[in-house]
């Protein structure tokens, strides 16, 4: 698919600082092969991810990548259904990089417990 073939380009890529990637119906097997590059990229600081399709497993493993080596300082997940669980993935990344100052959660289905998982990262 198309972005896999932009995860592999992204993979080596050591000049792209700004990433936007929203509104393309990219689900969680699209944004699994995005965090696989992002666990190798070091160049990435801005990613933008709103809008698509992808859920809370998609979430988890990019959260996961982001707690190896990226650079991210700011992602926006808006609009994707990623839920308690995923937001849970993303308060613990926040708790272990320093890097990473800004997420935005607008509109992922965020219920209580994620709230208060959020509340307590």
Known sequence: TGMVTLSEALRDNDTLTDLK??????????????AEALR???????????????????????AEA???KSHL???????????????AAFSRVLTMKNSLQ???FRSVNL???????LCKG
């Open 40 to 62: 190798r990229n070091s160049s990435l600081t801005h990613l933008e991810l709103q809008q698509n399709k992808f859920k809370s497993r998609g979430a988890e493993v990019q």
């Open 73 to 87: 300082s700011s992602i926006k997940l808006r609009g994707n259904e990623i839920g308690d669980r995923g937001v």
């Open 21 to 34: 990637i929203y509104a393309n119906d990219i689900e969680d097997n699209g944004i699994i092969a995005l």
């Open 102 to 104: 800004k997420i935005d």
């Open 66 to 68: 982001l707690t190896e």
């Open 111 to 117: 219920g209580d417990e994620g709230v208060i998982t």
